[in-house]
């Protein structure tokens, strides 16, 4: 079956999200569940945001000729701010690429025994393969991997929330006040960063106005749906797992071998495909800096990214995505008042 331009964009962009923070469960307990309750209204919150931002990129791309980040910067910020904005948002995408190998090393640890720098150098191999096929590689790799991420984190959450005992928010408070919106704020500004150059990259698929529609709205509800589902058992076992690197692996774990191979194989996806996205991000900046080789581009990336990644998941996680955040609510703001105007 043959699928439209709007749902390979939404199965894209909704893929970015689902990265090694998202699928282990260590975001959802940050910014959400340690919020009790009212965190599930932050991931709503910052669904919305998703859904939003992507239907007002895609529809600028589409309105104005734009088919890649950089000149989608320079119509917004102008010649002099756009490469300096640009540039930034480069250095942050590494740094996601780098958590994300982080995450496949932390992963064959806790789940395989198997030395950290083992997962990292597999994972990193794998997406230098992927990038050797240019946007085509990153389409298919995501719509091969979005249904097992999608459909196996949904079951898992759910399942696991069945199963459990005790009802989810008897013992649980959370913290309140309004930090909760600020954290959900941050949270989708931060992975806003990400997505809106994969979007950029993307859009050059886009035909009609309803691909703009259906990819920005689709891709912010499919990380909205897997959010909720995957937040329930956090809120269960958040005494047990606030200090683990992979929380939803403890989790999983406890249901079984096969339990564990599910869930496996959602986080190891994606792993796979947020890393590959944030690569190929990279990749197309560096393309426009004058690095027109992409195969050695794309070889040099990965052994940098792999040699990053042993700051360690959770430190990257902890420290470098909050700052990112504040950078992109203020691109946020420009791509909403700039989408509206026109």
């Excluded at 919150?45 to 000729?65: D, H, P, T």
């Excluded at 734009?66 to 989608?72: A, S, V």
């Excluded at 399942?159 to 989708?188: C, D, E, K, N, Q």
């Excluded at 794309?298 to 950078?327: D, E, K, M, R, T």
Aim: include cysteine.
């Amino acid at each position: 079956m043959k699928l439209n331009n709007g749902l390979k964009i939404a199965v894209v962009y909704g893929s970015v999200f689902l990265g090694a923070g998202f699928a282990s469960g260590r975001e959802l307990i940050q910014y959400f569940v340690g919020f009790g309750r009212i965190g599930m209204w932050g991931l709503i919150i910052s669904g919305v945001l998703f859904a939003l931002v992507g239907w007002a990129v895609l529809s600028i791309c589409r309105r104005e000729n734009i088919t890649n980040y950089g000149g989608l910067m320079k119509f917004l910020l102008g010649n002099r701010f756009g490469p300096i904005m640009e540039g930034l948002v480069a250095g942050f995408l590494f740094c996601l690429f780098a958590a994300m190998l982080a995450g496949a090393g932390a992963t064959a640890y806790q789940a395989f025994y198997l030395p950290f720098s083992t997962g990292a150098f597999f994972v990193g191999l794998i997406v230098f393969a992927v990038l050797c096929f240019g946007l085509e590689g990153i389409v298919k790799v995501n719509l091969f991997l979005a249904p097992i991420m999608l459909l196996g984190g949904i079951f898992i959450g759910i399942y696991s929330f069945l199963a459990y005992a005790t009802p989810a928010f008897a013992s649980f408070g959370g913290r309140f006040g309004f930090a909760w919106l600020l954290s959900a704020i941050v949270y989708g500004s931060y992975n806003l960063v990400t997505g809106v150059p994969v979007l950029a990259a993307t859009s050059k698929l886009v035909e009609t106005k309803r691909d703009t529609w259906v990819g920005g709205l689709l891709g912010g509800g499919i990380i909205t749906i897997l959010g909720l589902a995957m937040s329930l058992p956090l809120f269960l076992y958040y005494a047990d797992i606030i200090s683990l690197e992979i929380p939803f692996l403890h989790i999983a774990s406890g249901y079984g071998h096969i339990f564990s191979i599910l869930y496996l194989s959602v986080l190891i996806s994606a792993l796979l495909t947020t890393a590959a996205c944030n690569a190929f991000a990279v990749l197309q900046w560096l393309d426009g800096r004058g690095y027109k080789n992409k195969i050695k581009t794309a070889g040099v990336l990965c052994i940098l990214g792999v040699l990053a990644a042993h700051i360690g998941f959770s430190n990257i996680v902890i420290f470098v995505y909050p700052i990112f955040g504040f950078v992109g609510l203020f691109k946020i703001i420009v791509i909403l008042i700039t989408a509206v105007k026109r």
